[in-house]
């Protein structure tokens, strides 16, 4: 998926081996954890029952308050932003704007900037080269430190930033000739291992996973990124039956495992020192991976899902269900890149599959959705502007589905079949706040106060430590306990701004509350507008 090479035929899904490497996206059981590392979420996307303030209140699924509703941002291969090398400043930002003002349209939440596509930095930093996906060559400075500038205009309009990382692809070709010289992979040639044309580090250095984590734990410390998100690419996909040449570091480091298990345990390692490295660093920013859709074939694994395809646990060696209940990640969101009923892996065979994964723990799922797949013919089911928005309707019948991701941002743009369209008047017709992960630390700020109504202007008192506001309308003007349980009165998040005062421009009658949110969108209780 996330290198823009052509799927394979369908034909090769069925094909478990090294031929169905990207047949899924161009680009044991254990114990559930006694002792979760986060607090359970407040709210589900189900219909059930909540508590708001003494009363109990019936929520409706179709108006869910809290849900991530994302999309992935590529840079690498300029994929969706900026649209190609050397342009201007002025133009690179105007196309970033542009994506983030398509993301709001459709109300979304969050975004998915890829800042680390191959060992390099869309941002300004003393551990990797600039990438050269911003000039065209790697390692020439811009004139600007993006980055900066992206998560700035994300918060400046209410959305969630997660820096997204690669965290073995070390160049985006095999020639390490044209690397800068203060590239890692030419300063350090022994991290690094070639196959199938490429340059990787090597997940079994003890050094390379430190150098992962120092470049992640660089840019939380000093960008004000509210996320760390990791893709699909471990070990590299199988490649017409190449070995990845590890054997070194496997005979230094294996202390008697099998390889396929020393390979796993590496991948574990890297996961679990990225997740120490962010919460240590910042408690509050979260940490996330998007794996391949199949963790494990049910031929392959008693316990693993009713598919035929490529297995992330044996293939390249990506045991998400060691992350979900050792708690080492916050959020998973498998790339489930197939439409319901696809014999090989099917969409409603998956996502039921990962909700029970999830189940017991305090690690959200949010679901990859193939946006960039709409209206193409790599299965007839695409055709259908019908096709996305039934996973999100089969989604509300899991309370562990938190959301969903979309690939990508430029589809986010073109939107095929106008399939965003629909998904933001049948599934996304209200703002929603994103799931609670109240183990991450925050608080809800102070109730807002002097919250005013002035014609069609709402006003209220800035709330020390809001990041924004929750503006329900209630039609009526009737007030009742349960009116702010669900997302059906939420009518905005307004991001903070400036001053002793925030404002709103209202519409339409009736009553108004305003609550306050932190930065990890923890609530107060509401106010009710004054006329």
Same mark, same amino acid.
């Given at each position: 998926m996330r290198t823009g090479r052509p799927l394979l035929a369908a034909a090769a899904l069925a094909v478990a081996t090294t031929g169905a490497a990207y047949a899924f996206g161009p680009d044991a059981p254990a114990a559930k954890p006694s002792a979760p590392k986060h607090a359970a979420p407040e709210h589900t996307q189900e219909a059930a029952t909540t508590t708001s303030g003494t009363a109990s209140c019936k929520v409706d699924a179709e108006y869910p308050k809290r849900q991530l509703r994302g999309v992935w941002i590529a840079t690498v291969k300029n994929i969706d932003w900026p649209s190609r090398t050397g342009l201007p400043v002025a133009r690179q930002q105007a196309e970033y704007v542009r994506i983030l003002d398509n993301a709001v349209k459709r109300r979304l939440n969050a975004?998915?900037?890829?800042?680390?596509? *191959?060992?390099? /930095?869309?941002?300004?930093?003393?551990?990797?080269?600039?990438?050269?996906?911003?000039?065209?060559? *790697?390692?020439?400075?811009?004139?600007?430190?993006?980055?900066?500038?992206?998560?700035?205009? *994300?918060?400046?309009?209410?959305?969630?930033?997660?820096?997204?990382?690669?965290?073995?692809? /070390? /160049? *985006?070709?095999?020639?390490?000739?044209?690397?800068?010289?203060?590239?890692? /992979?030419?300063?350090h040639p022994d991290w690094i291992v070639r196959y199938a044309g490429l340059i990787y580090y090597n997940p079994g250095l003890p050094q390379v996973r430190d150098h992962v984590a120092a470049v992640v734990k660089d840019v939380v410390t000093r960008y004000d990124v509210d996320g760390v998100h990791f893709d699909d690419y471990f070990y590299p996909y199988p490649t017409g039956g190449a070995e990845f040449a590890d054997g070194a570091a496997f005979k230094k480091y294996g202390k008697g495992e099998n390889l396929a298990d020393w390979r796993r345990s590496n991948v574990n390692k890297l996961i679990a020192q990225v997740d120490r490295t962010v919460h240590e660093t910042k408690q509050y920013v979260k940490f996330g991976v998007s794996p391949f859709g199949i963790w494990r074939n049910r031929s392959e694994d008693p316990t693993g899902s009713a598919t035929a395809g490529m297995s992330a646990y044996d293939s390249i060696y990506a045991d998400a269900r060691h992350w979900i209940r050792k708690g080492t990640v916050d959020y998973v969101t498998p790339q489930l890149y197939w439409p319901s009923g696809f014999k090989a892996a099917d969409y409603d065979v998956l996502m039921p599959w990962w909700a029970n994964e999830v189940k017991g723990t305090d690690v959200h799922l949010y679901i990859g959705q193939a946006l960039y797949l709409v209206g193409t013919t790599t299965n007839a089911a695409w055709t259908s502007p019908e096709e996305l928005p039934s996973h999100l309707a089969q989604n509300r019948k899991h309370k562990q589905v938190k959301g969903d991701v979309y690939f990508s941002a430029k589809q986010l743009l073109t939107n095929p079949l106008r399939v965003m369209d629909r998904i933001a008047k049948n599934y996304y017709s209200h703002p929603a706040l994103l799931p609670l992960m109240k183990g991450l630390g925050g608080q809800a700020p102070a109730q807002p106060a002097?919250?005013?109504?002035?014609?069609?202007?709402?006003?209220?008192?800035?709330?020390?430590?809001?990041?924004s506001y929750a503006v329900y309308q209630i039609p009526s003007g009737k007030v009742g306990e349960c009116a702010t349980a669900d997302a059906r009165n939420l009518v905005a998040v307004v991001p903070a701004a400036g001053g002793d005062r925030q404002t709103f421009a209202a519409a339409g009658g009736g009553a108004y509350l305003v609550s306050a949110l932190d930065r990890l969108d923890n609530e107060s209780a509401p106010t009710k507008a004054t006329p």
């Open positions: 975004v998915f900037v890829q800042v680390r596509p *191959a060992s390099d /930095a869309l941002y300004k930093s003393s551990l990797e080269p600039w990438s050269q996906y911003l000039t065209g060559k *790697a390692g020439k400075d811009p004139g600007w430190d993006p980055l900066t500038f992206l998560v700035a205009e *994300a918060h400046k309009r209410g959305l969630e930033f997660h820096a997204w990382f690669n965290p073995y692809r /070390a /160049a *985006a070709d095999g020639d390490v000739s044209k690397l800068p010289a203060n590239h890692p /992979a030419r300063l002097e919250v005013k109504a002035q014609g069609t202007t709402l006003s209220w008192k800035t709330s020390p430590g809001a990041r």
